[in-house]
């Protein structure tokens, strides 16, 4: 039987099933981005759309998108950034073999003014090595500080790495490779002052 483009599932949602290259089950018809359902970023449509040239015209047989660790960014005020495994995620993938460093503060930045957006940092680790499998961040700039981090992960970083990085002083970035104590030992160094009439607290972990 011949399939034509016109033969390609598509799903009730509008979704087109495609497998990890891109191929849908008709052959040589493709689809990638948004309509595959995977990823719905513009540079995950992109990078997917490159990689399949790659292997279609450019002889590189294997090469396809991975669609893990694709850092993300909601760009709310302050934003949220995130790169990997959720801690539930990790949890469900690696049971009780990950450790959570967590950080909690108000940037530098604000300490003279009569209020400031908190910042809250988390770490994700897995194994023995305490591989960083998630990076979440909310709080200002931190859409910025994402994208190197999110190399880091790519790459297999540990948190022996974070450790071994010495800190831009002062940053919010900092806190990310000067965690020391894992949840939930993680105890809460509160240095509260009055603002607003609210309690301002610094958590350091
Ligand atoms: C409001 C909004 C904000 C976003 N912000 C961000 C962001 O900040 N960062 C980010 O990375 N991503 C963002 N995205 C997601 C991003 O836009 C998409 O992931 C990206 O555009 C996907 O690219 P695509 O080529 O798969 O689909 P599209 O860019 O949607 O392109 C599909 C094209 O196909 C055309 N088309 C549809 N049906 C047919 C048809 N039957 N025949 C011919 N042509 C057809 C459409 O008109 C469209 O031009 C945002 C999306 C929205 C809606």
Known sequence: MNLHA???????????????????????????????????????????????????????????????????????????AAVGLTEAQARERYGDNITVYKSQFTPMRYALALHGSTTAMKLACAGPKKKIVGIHLIGDNTDEILQGFAVTVKMGATKADFDNTIAIHPSSAEELVTMKTPEPECKTQSEPHEIDGGNEWRQVC
């Open 6 to 80: 016109a033969d390609v599932n598509l799903l009730p949602n509008g979704v087109i099933p495609v497998d990890e290259y891109e191929n849908t089950h008709v052959p040589d018809v493709y689809a990638l981005g948004d309509v595959t359902g995977k990823i719905p970023l513009t540079p995950a449509a992109i990078a997917a759309g490159r990689k399949l040239a790659d292997r279609l015209f450019n002889g590189k047989r294997d090469s396809k998108l991975e669609y893990d660790n694709v850092p993300s960014v909601v760009f709310s005020h302050p934003p949220v």
